[in-house]
């Protein structure tokens, strides 16, 4: 039996983002706009940009 389970926007934002493993928010975490500007302003690590350049399916020289 498969279920399909429709992701929420933040939990899509994370994926792309490379997940927990690069990131330090949960997928609820992402809803609460001050947790996330606390973690853009400690920046994003430089692995979950090349996580999100490989796997976003945006042309590299666009991403850049």
Known sequence: MSVNVEMS???RTLALLGGAR???LS???LGDPAKVRSVI???LPVASAQYARE???V???LFD
């Open 27 to 29: 997928a609820r975490e």
């Open 59 to 61: 042309p590299n020289r």
């Open 22 to 24: 690069f990131v330090q």
């Open 41 to 43: 302003r400690e920046g």
């Open 55 to 57: 796997h976003s399916g």
């Open 9 to 11: 926007r933040s939990e």
